[in-house]
């Protein structure tokens, strides 16, 4: 199983800050990596998929970087609909394994 | 639009069996797997698995072989994931995503049900 180690677990921002959420892998993905945002009581919602490739609809706030085995998902400026939690997960082989989440709330 | 639609929360003993199903309705690939993650309380995803809509191929996670099953009747465009042998450990939200295959093998999961909870309790 490919485990994927992300960070940190939490967070606290305010509107307008940049935010970066990393996540690692133990061996090449060829940027099968996906990222998405889940809110209480909400199922997971897709933002950015192939490491850095913006889902249709999704904010360009939202952008996603790969260099080798790490990557990014950075918010440029937070706004309030962003407070929520989010995951990296691989598609590269199954499992399809997820990160532990990232919690992004309010300072 | 596209909708997957999940059947109602669910209350069982430990030793029982579940059956969650999953309605899709306006997703336009011709192809696609759908997936099975569940979410404990306060906890994060959870793979269990995926069945191929059109052929009715499965493969489950390691931790799940044995104890989990997933059909579908394509006549309805449903799908189901059956989890026996239910232990409080089990209790969660269990969710159903889609997974387009036309582009290829690695896609994201690009739409979500909205979540079934299943509760084991005695």
């Known amino acids: 199983d490919i485990e994927m180690t992300q960070s940190p677990s939490s967070l606290s921002a305010s509107v307008g800050d940049r935010v970066t959420i990393t996540c690692r892998t133990p061996?090449?993905?060829?940027?099968?990596l996906n990222w998405y945002q889940q809110k209480p009581g909400q199922a997971p919602k897709l933002l950015i998929f192939?490491?850095?490739s913006l889902r249709s609809g999704v904010p360009s706030r939202f952008s996603g970087r790969a260099s080798g085995t790490t990557f990014t998902l950075t918010i440029s400026s937070l706004q309030p609909d962003d407070f929520a939690t989010y995951y990296c997960?691989?598609?590269?082989?199954?499992?399809?394994?997820f990160g532990g989440g990232t919690k992004v709330d309010i300072k | 639009q596209v909708q997957l639609v999940q059947s109602g929360a669910e209350v069982k003993k430990p030793g029982a069996s579940v059956k969650v199903s999953c309605k899709t309705s306006?997703?336009?690939?011709?192809?696609?797997?759908i997936n099975w993650v569940r979410q404990a309380t306060g906890q994060g995803l959870e793979w269990m698995g995926w069945?191929?809509?059109?052929?009715?191929?499965?493969g489950y996670a390691q931790k799940f072989q044995g104890r989990v099953t997933m059909t579908r009747d394509i006549s309805i465009n449903t799908a189901y994931m059956e989890l026996s042998g239910l232990r409080f450990e089990d209790t969660a939200v269990y969710f159903c995503?889609?997974?387009?295959?036309?582009?290829?093998?690695?896609?994201?999961?690009?739409?979500w049900g909205q979540g079934t909870l299943v509760t084991v309790s005695s």
């Open positions: 995503a889609t997974r387009p295959l036309d582009y290829g093998g690695n896609s994201p999961f690009d739409y």
């Open positions: 306006g997703y336009s690939s011709t192809d696609y797997d």
């Open positions: 069945m191929n809509r059109n052929s009715g191929n499965t």
């Open positions: 061996q090449t993905i060829t940027n099968y």
């Open positions: 192939h490491a850095s």
């Open positions: 997960q691989q598609s590269y082989s199954t499992p399809f394994t």
